[in-house]
């Protein structure tokens, strides 16, 4: 009797266990995105109307999708490659980067008209967005980020570097830019007053490619995707003061600031959940996704991470939908 006893408890805890394994993330739904063919590239949403858009690489289109209905609602076609988004509610604009051709395009209102288009060279590519400024930064060619003027949809000026940055980020706090230059194996750091680099971190590998600002820790997160791991530069002196393992082929990494947590989504399948509360980074668990699945976005405003699920032989393409757990 007491070696049942004894199987029953130990079941218990392996059941709680597990829920405590499972915790971070609890997928709440998947929002079909139809007749997707092949890859799936960046997203932004839209608070006001809660509407989410998704870069369709492959098919030539970007998806707009109501996240409270679940359902998608339409699609901006005859694109060019669609990469980066970006959307700014002072303007009510999406901005869509287009690689294949290298142009900017501007879609405003609810029926995103397109309302303007700035040609930029090959490999448009990411896009963030100063809304304090209304400044959209839009990566393109061998190596520039260029500086568009929201309100009057005309490029201001080019920031010139030495290689196309594969992801880069805006510190509003210090009016810097830092930037991920994988073939100069390097972390470019760029003062917005001057448009111009300033210093270059050598990061002794030539994978770098997603970034993330951790404003509490006064760091600069970058992935490595080979071999596969996150380390933590410091922006007071540039140097690595914490690393950590993470899934294979990563393409986008959030900041959970209210949870003190790295969310780092991964073409194996996997969302890293990491804890970084203590200062210590560490890995919570790898939340399983779909093969592919590389591409996210989390959402603050709504307290929602987004991963964007390519069509597999298995399933069509998705938007799977996960909500934070305390």
Same mark, same amino acid.
């Given at each position: 009797?007491?070696?049942?006893?004894? #199987?029953?408890?130990?079941?218990?805890?392996?059941?709680?266990? !597990?829920?405590?394994?499972?915790?971070?993330?609890?997928?709440?739904?998947?929002?079909?995105?139809? =007749?997707?063919?092949?890859?799936?590239?960046?997203?932004?949403?839209?608070?006001?109307?809660?509407?989410?858009?998704?870069?369709?690489?492959?098919?030539?289109?970007?998806?707009?999708?109501?996240?409270?209905?679940?359902?998608l609602l339409r699609n901006i076609t005859e694109l060019?490659?669609? !990469?980066?988004?970006?959307?700014?509610?002072?303007?009510?604009?999406?901005?869509?980067?287009?690689?294949?051709? *290298?142009?900017?395009?501007?879609?405003?209102?609810?029926?995103y008209h397109e309302v303007g288009r700035i040609q930029?060279?090959?490999?448009?590519?990411?896009?963030?967005?100063?809304?304090?400024?209304?400044?959209?930064?839009?990566?393109?060619?061998?190596?520039?980020?260029?500086?568009?003027?929201?309100?009057?949809?005309? &490029? %201001?000026?080019?920031? =010139?570097?030495?290689?196309?940055? =594969?992801?880069?980020?805006? /510190?509003?706090?210090?009016?810097?830019?830092?930037?991920?230059?994988?073939?100069?194996? #390097?972390?470019?750091?760029?003062?917005?007053?001057?448009? &111009?680099? %300033?210093?270059?971190?050598?990061?002794?590998?030539?994978?770098?490619?997603?970034?993330?600002?951790?404003?509490?820790? /006064?760091?600069?997160?970058?992935?490595?995707?080979?071999?596969?791991?996150? #380390?933590?530069?410091?922006?007071?002196? *540039?140097?690595?003061?914490?690393?950590?393992?993470? $899934?294979?082929?990563?393409?986008?990494?959030?900041?959970?600031?209210?949870?003190?947590?790295?969310?780092?989504? $991964?073409?194996?399948?996997?969302?890293?959940?990491?804890?970084?509360?203590?200062?210590?980074?560490?890995?919570?668990? *790898?939340?399983?996704?779909?093969? *592919?699945?590389?591409?996210?976005?989390?959402?603050? =405003?709504?307290?929602?991470?987004?991963?964007?699920?390519?069509?597999?032989? !298995?399933?069509?393409?998705? %938007?799977?939908?996960?909500?934070? !757990?305390?």
């Amino acid at each position: 009797m007491k070696s049942i006893y004894l #199987a029953v408890a130990g079941v218990i805890c392996l059941g709680i266990a !597990q829920a405590e394994a499972q915790s971070s993330l609890t997928l709440e739904s998947k929002i079909p995105l139809g =007749e997707v063919r092949g890859r799936i590239d960046h997203m932004a949403f839209d608070p006001m109307r809660r509407r989410l858009f998704v870069a369709e690489l492959e098919n030539d289109s970007v998806a707009i999708v109501d996240v409270d209905a679940g359902t998608l609602l339409r699609n901006i076609t005859e694109l060019k490659g669609p !990469q980066g988004l970006g959307y700014l509610p002072s303007t009510d604009t999406l901005f869509v980067a287009n690689g294949g051709d *290298g142009s900017l395009r501007m879609f405003q209102g609810a029926e995103y008209h397109e309302v303007g288009r700035i040609q930029l060279k090959e490999d448009a590519d990411n896009i963030r967005i100063d809304p304090t400024t209304n400044q959209v930064f839009v990566s393109h060619g061998d190596g520039a980020i260029a500086i568009i003027d929201a309100q009057t949809r005309r &490029k %201001i000026s080019d920031i =010139e570097l030495s290689a196309h940055p =594969e992801s880069f980020q805006l /510190d509003k706090r210090t009016n810097r830019i830092y930037a991920n230059d994988p073939y100069g194996q #390097a972390v470019v750091v760029i003062d917005r007053s001057i448009g &111009k680099p %300033i210093a270059a971190w050598s990061t002794g590998n030539g994978s770098n490619f997603p970034m993330a600002l951790n404003e509490a820790s /006064d760091a600069v997160l970058v992935v490595f995707r080979n071999p596969a791991r996150l #380390a933590a530069f410091s922006t007071l002196t *540039g140097s690595i003061v914490t690393s950590i393992d993470t $899934c294979r082929d990563a393409d986008d990494m959030f900041v959970d600031a209210r949870r003190k947590r790295v969310y780092v989504s $991964c073409g194996e399948g996997v969302v890293d959940v990491i804890n970084t509360a203590d200062g210590a980074y560490k890995r919570l668990e *790898g939340v399983r996704t779909s093969e *592919g699945a590389r591409t996210s976005l989390y959402v603050p =405003e709504i307290d929602r991470l987004f991963v964007a699920a390519r069509a597999t032989a !298995q399933a069509p393409a998705a %938007i799977h939908v996960y909500r934070p !757990q305390p």
